[in-house]
């Protein structure tokens, strides 16, 4: 009988983690960034987005950013709205459509996205396509995350659009012995294939009261958004 309780325990027990680690959205987040981008011009992305659960299997993004572009002959403000609904499983991957608002010069822009993300131990690859009419940026974009720790992930992106090619290589890490989870560093470099252009950029991000890991937050928390003009 004693077996028995011992067994039942620990079945309950394997049960509730299971299904704990099945949800969506583990616990809801807000998140504030930064990042310097040097391209053909200066960019200065300032954002802040959350994640929230819509029961276990789905959940939803929010988000706003203010981009200020500095170009050699012109300087100019530009913001985002962007909202998103999700399935995700956290051992398989995720399923998303977003649909945003691109404001500049007193004109905005409607933009539509699917993106799909399917999760492998320490590998996470990803396409996602967006249809908008700044600059019929609708072909397939490619993208691959490898985790080298919980804590520090490669990206590898390809951004193939209708007017050039990028390529672009992103670390992010946490530095969690020093100042805790909550904060995240990104260090990008990215090549351009028809205009030889290249760009390099550093970025952080926040999450108040998050104790987790880099790889954690990515697929039981918040989500890896992939967005022209968005972080």
């Known amino acids: 009988m004693k077996k028995l309780l011992i067994s039942s325990a620990l079945f309950t027990t394997l049960f509730l983690q299971t299904a704990f680690a099945e949800k969506a959205v583990e616990e809801n987040t807000i998140s504030y960034s930064a990042k310097y981008n040097s391209a053909e011009g200066d960019i200065i992305y300032l954002q802040a987005d959350a994640t929230f659960a819509l029961g276990d299997n789905f959940g939803f993004t929010v988000g706003a950013n203010n981009l200020n572009l500095n170009f050699y002959d012109e300087t100019d403000n530009a913001q985002n709205l ?47 396509a967006m249809s908008d009419e700044l600059s019929d940026l609708n072909d397939a974009n490619i993208y691959v995350n490898f985790y080298f720790t919980d804590n520090i992930r490669l990206d590898i992106d390809l951004l193939d659009a209708s007017d050039n090619s990028v390529i672009s290589t992103t670390l992010n890490f946490q530095a969690s012995d020093y100042i805790g989870n909550e904060w995240q560093f990104n260090l990008s470099y990215g090549e351009g294939f028809w205009d030889n252009d290249n760009q390099w950029g550093i970025g952080v991000k926040y999450t108040p009261e998050y104790n987790d890991t880099l790889k954690r937050f990515y697929r039981n928390y918040s989500t890896n958004i992939k967005s022209f003009f968005f972080l």
Not at 106 to 125: F, Q
């Open 82 to 128: 962007r909202v998103a609904g999700f399935f995700r499983n956290p051992e398989h991957g995720r399923i998303e459509l977003a649909y945003q608002q691109f404001f500049s010069n007193g004109e905005n822009e409607d933009l539509y996205s699917i993106t799909g993300e399917y999760y492998l131990e320490n590998w996470t690859v990803g396409m996602y």
